[in-house]
């Protein structure tokens, strides 16, 4: 009785860190592209552009901030 109480905690608690690592792999995955959106609009913004772009861009950042703090921290 107490070997299948033991077993069935045991795969349960598998089962279960198996997921936990599945969503931690897609949350840095989910992280390094978000960042790498961040920094490509950063170099887009090292080089000359209009207001309407600068608009578009601050808001696009904003998005991306909000995702990388979802994501990242």
Known sequence: MI???VSA???IT????ASYVAANSEKHE????TRAK???IHSKM???????QAVKYRKQLDKLYKDEFKYCF
């Open 3 to 5: 070997r299948k109480l």
């Open 9 to 11: 905690t045991l795969s």
């Open 14 to 17: 598998l089962l279960s860190s």
């Open 30 to 33: 989910k992280c390094f592209k």
């Open 38 to 40: 961040i920094e490509k």
């Open 46 to 52: 090292r080089q000359k552009y209009t207001n309407k």
